[in-house]
């Protein structure tokens, strides 16, 4: 439970030797360049061992951190902002292609119920009688008689067997509906969002290493 627990929590990371500002643009304390006249840091922060992550525990995970030059913030920012990219293309592409399995699924299924149902009708005489809709009973093939269900002959209604067939069929619909289209829309969308983070952080012109470790 306490390991259920831990996981379920808020954890982020944030600079211990930071003494105002905020989360964002800190004010570090010792020795710092590349500073604000305000203090902070002109063009980015980051642990001073590179590493500035939450930990396995909940609430803060404090680390040293130190302003960063303009070069080191801009390298910076540009691979993260490239792995989000990749990351949110990723996603978009395999939302929209299992999209357009299912809809191709779908239209197949569609164009073969059509194709079933054409073969019944008497295309050499579409004006005819009934619309058009003779069709043209199988003679010679005898009839066998549907085998009787075994709840059926015991006395069961058949209305209770057809009321579960639909449950059975409204379930299969349900999950096949959320496995192909709403997790796929949802993974999509979530793509996109990434793509539009990793342009907004190329945007920012500021490296914060504790922010992107959450």
């Not at 020795?31 to 980015?44: A, P, S």
């Not at 500035?52 to 960063?68: D, E, N, Y």
């Amino acid at each position: 439970e306490g390991v259920l627990g831990a996981s379920q929590c808020s954890k982020w990371a944030a600079c211990g030797n930071s003494v105002g500002g905020s989360a964002s643009r800190p004010i570090l304390s010792g020795e710092q360049q590349y500073l604000h006249d305000n203090g902070t840091c002109l063009f980015g922060h980051a642990g001073v061992d590179r590493d500035c992550s939450p930990g396995t525990a909940c609430g803060a995970t404090l680390h040293r951190c130190t302003c960063v030059s303009q070069d080191q913030a801009h390298s910076s920012l540009q691979s993260h902002s490239l792995l989000r990219l990749a990351a949110g293309i990723i996603m978009l592409a395999g939302g929209l292609a299992c999209l357009c399995a299912r809809c191709r699924w779908q239209y197949r299924k569609m164009s073969n119920r059509v194709t079933t149902f054409s073969t019944g009708l008497d295309h050499n005489n579409p004006e005819g009688e009934n619309g058009g809709r003779n069709f043209t009973p199988v003679v010679g093939q005898p009839v066998v008689a549907a085998p009787i269900d075994a709840a059926v002959a015991a006395g069961a209604p058949a209305h209770g067997l057809r009321w579960t067939n639909e449950r059975h069929n409204i379930f299969d619909v349900a999950v096949t509906s959320f496995l192909t289209i709403i997790m796929p829309s949802f993974v999509a969308i979530c793509g996109v969002a990434i793509i539009f983070s990793s342009v907004k952080l190329r945007e920012s012109g500021y490296y914060n290493e504790c922010s992107l470790g959450d």
